[in-house]
């Protein structure tokens, strides 16, 4: 009878201990860790570089674009066309608040031939929006993901 109060008590310590650990959490929602740009000879390309499969996401060509969080207009000098990317359920910011993009918030590339510039102009709430501001009517774009890593790929190229 002694035998098995030992025993009891061990495994009740040992539970003890289990269940104070922290067990690590992970993210609720995929995170940008970067923002990527390079030419290539038919287009140009920006990389959303994201933690974890990349959520769903909205495109459309826009006249402007505003931050989500003041309404505020967001510049886009050089640009006269506007492609909106909204990623719904992602953000640029880890559950605590911490930044997980810590690059610039909009940015010229003057290396590219059709993106005059990238802005990041929402990051509110599990929805995370970039600009991609180009210069020419003539241009077309597509928006697509890539696994292992994860990524957002958009591409702008000239007719």
Same mark, same amino acid.
């Given at each position: 009878?002694m ?7 061990v495994?009740?310590? $040992?539970?003890?201990? =289990?269940? =104070? /650990?922290?067990t690590?959490s #992970?993210?609720?929602v995929?995170? !940008?860790s970067?923002?990527?740009?390079? @030419? ?11 933690s974890? $499969? ?5 495109v459309?060509?826009?006249?402007g674009v ?7 207009p ?13 990623v719904?359920g #992602?953000?640029?910011?880890?559950d ?7 690059g610039s918030q909009n940015? @010229? ?7 005059r510039?990238?802005a990041?102009?929402?990051? =509110? ?5 970039? @600009?991609?501001?180009?210069?020419n009517?003539?241009?077309w774009h597509? $928006?697509f993901? !890539? ?5 957002? $790929?958009?591409? /702008?190229?000239?007719y």
């Amino acid at each position: 009878m002694m035998k098995n109060r030992r025993v009891a008590a061990v495994l009740m310590a $040992v539970l003890a201990v =289990f269940t =104070f /650990i922290p067990t690590a959490s #992970a993210q609720s929602v995929p995170t !940008l860790s970067n923002i990527r740009t390079g @030419a290539h000879p038919d287009y140009d390309r920006v990389v959303l570089d994201m933690s974890g $499969v990349t959520p769903d996401y909205r495109v459309r060509e826009v006249a402007g674009v505003a931050s989500c969080g003041s309404g505020a207009p967001v510049s886009m000098p050089g640009s006269n066309e506007v492609l909106s990317i909204y990623v719904h359920g #992602a953000a640029a910011h880890d559950d605590n608040g911490n930044p997980t993009y810590t690059g610039s918030q909009n940015f @010229a590339t003057p290396g590219l031939n059709n993106v005059r510039r990238v802005a990041l102009h929402c990051d =509110f709430e599990a929805v995370l929006g970039i @600009a991609v501001g180009y210069d020419n009517a003539g241009t077309w774009h597509r $928006v697509f993901q !890539l696994t292992n890593p994860s990524r957002l $790929v958009i591409d /702008i190229g000239r007719y």
